[in-house]
């Protein structure tokens, strides 16, 4: 939800793409699509857990496949590899 509030803002602000790394980069597709606006979206990796994926492998399966699927559902929006840096 806040996803959708954020892009419809960019919009009406004459924003046309963006690029977001982020958790649940595949609800965040799905609210980009909706409200029409052009993305390129990572699933943020880390070392650790994240509050969308339990371990590190289970995320780049997560990234493998919104590679293969975003292009196939969402034609204005590609998946990209978003490792998060060290703390």
């Known amino acids: 939800a ?7 803002e960019l919009i009406s602000s004459g924003v046309t793409t963006i690029n977001d790394m982020s958790f649940f980069s595949t609800n965040v597709a799905i609210a980009a699509n909706k409200i029409g606006i052009r993305a390129v979206l990572g699933e943020t990796l880390v ?5 969308s994926y339990g371990s590190l492998p289970e995320a780049l399966k997560i990234v493998e496949e919104n590679i293969a699927s975003f292009p196939k559902k969402y034609p204005t929006i590609a998946a990209s590899v978003a490792p998060h840096g060290v703390y």
């Open 2 to 8: 806040f996803a959708a509030v954020g892009m419809a």
């Open 47 to 51: 070392s650790g857990r994240s509050p």
